[in-house]
């Protein structure tokens, strides 16, 4: 049995006393929630903030993203080991975003869950097709290679510190969200990828969360797909109520 996951990805909102705000009134509402594992992924000035607040609690600490080396000469990056160190026990990889607006590839992403394997912390492998590519008919091409070229070099051990986040690139803060019949087939696509990659123990366990415009509204039909296994939540994890009705989905 697959444990969900629910993740709130806060992406660049919230300076520390608003994050700690944020966790703090979110913490009542989600602390009878079982069955789910909650995560969430404040900028990195805020880390400590909601390390702080959350400790003792059922919630866990996520950077939104990493560097591949531990330390040198890279100035404004964030190495795995010093995201463990502050408090972290998983950390977004590849976040559509990233692959946009700062140039990110397959080869760097798995040079960062490599790292990340190596630091002890979960990754939250992020992959997804553009509207063009899906209109193009390339959606399944697309996944293929995001799940081939990020997983490479990584063994079937090592995929279990790994969840895959499955977020159509048109889904994301846009509104529109991919249809339960949508998202199950790319989940259940990812799924039969990663048992011709590994085998099929291996993909029976590895989770597949889905991303892009999740509410309370959608979260049960999505939830209630047999290869959706959680939601990484944008918009919708920056207000406490909104985020603890798709914990407690």
């Not at 080396?69 to 990233?98: L, Q, Y």
């Not at 509204?217 to 406490?240: F, T, Y």
Request: charged share 20%; with cysteine.
């Amino acid at each position: 049995m697959r444990t969900p996951v629910i993740a709130g990805n806060w992406k660049l909102f919230k300076k520390q006393a608003d994050a700690a705000d944020l966790v703090t009134a979110l913490i009542p509402l989600v602390k009878d929630a079982v069955g789910v594992e909650i995560v969430v992924a404040p900028v990195f000035t805020s880390l400590s903030a909601v390390r702080e607040k959350i400790r003792g609690t059922n919630i866990k600490l996520s950077a939104q993203n990493c560097y591949w080396e531990e330390e040198g000469a890279f100035t404004g990056e964030i190495a795995p080991g010093m995201i463990k160190d502050a408090g972290c026990s998983h950390v977004i990889i590849g976040h559509s975003e990233r692959r946009q607006y700062f140039g990110e590839t397959n080869e760097t992403v798995n040079k960062k869950i490599k790292a990340a394997l190596k630091a002890g912390l979960v990754s939250l492998l992020c992959i997804g097709e553009t509207l063009a590519q899906r209109e193009a008919e390339k959606t399944f091409d697309i996944l293929r290679s995001q799940v081939t070229d990020g997983l490479a070099g990584i063994t079937a051990v090592e995929l279990a510190a790994i969840i895959i986040a499955y977020e159509p690139v048109w889904a994301i803060g846009t509104g529109k969200t991919a249809s339960d019949d949508q998202a199950q087939e790319a989940h259940a696509f990812i799924r039969g990828l990663v048992a011709e990659l590994y085998d099929q123990a291996t993909a029976d366990a590895i989770r597949i969360l889905y991303g892009g415009s999740v509410k309370p509204e959608n979260v049960k039909g999505l939830m209630s797909r047999p290869d959706i296994d959680g939601a990484l939540v944008g918009g919708a994890s920056l207000k406490a109520d909104s985020f603890a009705g798709i914990v407690n989905f």
